[in-house]
């Protein structure tokens, strides 16, 4: 397969050849995991890839905790079903606990608490009820009144499962963060010895982790799924696994030698030159940081464009299956008509730039699409604008 192909893969796995119909939640199954360190970044993500999509359809899951937000893959906030936020902490916590004494803002506080009394205390602060991040880390400075209490609650997020309570999350409506244990939050039993899995049982949950990786993002290697995961030393796990995979070669990668990929048996596998629609994805997006060798859907022309600008990357625009452009939505505030409420009224401006070139056809279904965008994304603007930046 060409590096075009496997675009074309990757996207028909990623319902980005054509929105589904599949329930919120299915997708957010399929995908395993959406990135949600801003709460809206979700919400994006399914409004590019699901038909007929509203806000109230992952409210709805998150109020009803089918679905939830919690640090989990490369330690950053996800949005994963009730299963898997329970699931996949067993198989993430060793690692998460690892990044707690590199973390250069918590680890010189951190070096200097006992990891297993932090996470028992953490607990017993949390066990009558959800508390807010600042007040957990005033509970903990209880015990250790000498240290950080910002880094003591840091370091509490890295040894639970704390899910982020709504309505924090929810469309419309929002909280400062305050946790939970997903035990709690989903009313399941769990606590300290929760994370302590079978050297079989790891083995297994593992394997079937990469199963659903190659499923939503393969072909892929082994550095591919491990980028994606955070996890590292899963070569054993992809080896026991070749006799049931499938062998994609690889025949332009970036560094000019072919390389063989994995796959599942039956994985959409499209023709390269099947049409890609146009989609805006959100800041946070795993399409774009789901491999290690990116080359598929980010050009290298374009990377430098997407390098985040405090901490937040700019949404992203498809063309032809691959990046090539970006978006932001800025408000301005508009006047108060004479004799109309004094309720805050506001024009929301969707502008676009360019990253590579367009056609007059690939403009038109930019906009076009960044019309359907602004509209949702900016659901309660009184206007919504349009715009191309001039490169």
Do not use: C, I, K
Not at 223 to 250: C, F, I, K, M, N
Not at 271 to 279: C, G, H, L
């Amino acid at each position: 397969m060409t590096t075009r192909g496997l675009g074309r893969a990757l996207l028909a796995r990623q319902h980005l050849l054509g929105r589904t119909d599949a329930p919120a939640v299915d997708v957010v199954r399929h995908l395993v995991a959406l990135q949600s360190q801003n709460p809206s970044s979700a919400y994006l993500a399914l409004h590019a890839r699901a038909a007929g999509f509203t806000h109230a359809d992952l409210a709805d899951a998150m109020t009803d905790r089918r679905v939830a937000r919690l640090a989990l893959l490369r330690d950053t906030v996800h949005l994963v079903t009730a299963d898997d936020a329970l699931g996949l902490w067993p198989l993430l916590a060793p690692t998460l606990r690892r990044h707690l004494t590199a973390n250069v803002s918590a680890a010189p506080t951190l070096r200097q608490v006992d990891l297993d009394d932090l996470r028992s205390a953490a607990l017993d602060a949390l066990a009558d009820g959800p508390l807010g991040a600042r007040d957990l880390g005033a509970r903990l400075a209880a015990t250790w009144p000498d240290l950080d209490p910002t880094s003591l609650a840091m370091g509490a997020r890295g040894l639970l499962p704390l899910v982020q309570v709504t309505p924090r999350g929810v469309w419309g409506r929002s909280m400062a963060t305050t946790w939970t244990t997903a035990w709690a939050w989903f009313g399941t039993a769990g606590g300290p010895g929760d994370a302590d899995l079978t050297e079989d049982d790891r083995g297994a949950a593992l394997a079937a982790l990469v199963r659903r990786y190659l499923a939503a993002y393969g072909p892929a290697t082994t550095a591919d799924v491990q980028r994606w995961s955070g996890l590292t030393r899963l070569a054993p796990v992809v080896d026991r696994l070749r006799p049931e995979l499938v062998e994609v070669l690889h025949v332009d990668p970036p560094s000019g030698r072919p390389r063989v990929l994995l796959d599942v048996p039956g994985a959409p596998r499209p023709p390269e030159d099947v049409t890609a629609p146009v989609r805006l994805l959100p800041d946070f997006e795993n399409l774009l940081l789901g491999h290690d060798d990116r080359s598929r859907v980010v050009p290298p022309e374009v990377r430098p464009a997407l390098a985040s600008r405090n901490g937040m990357p700019p949404g992203t625009v498809l063309v032809d299956g691959v990046v090539a452009g970006s978006w932001v939505v800025r408000r301005e505030r508009l006047p108060r008509p004479a004799g109309a409420p004094r309720a805050r009224r506001e024009r929301a401006l969707l502008t676009v730039t360019p990253l590579r070139r367009w056609t007059r056809a690939d403009r038109r279904a930019v906009l076009a699409e960044a019309e359907r965008l602004v509209r949702f994304t900016a659901d309660d603007a009184a206007e919504h604008a349009v715009a191309v930046a001039e490169t």
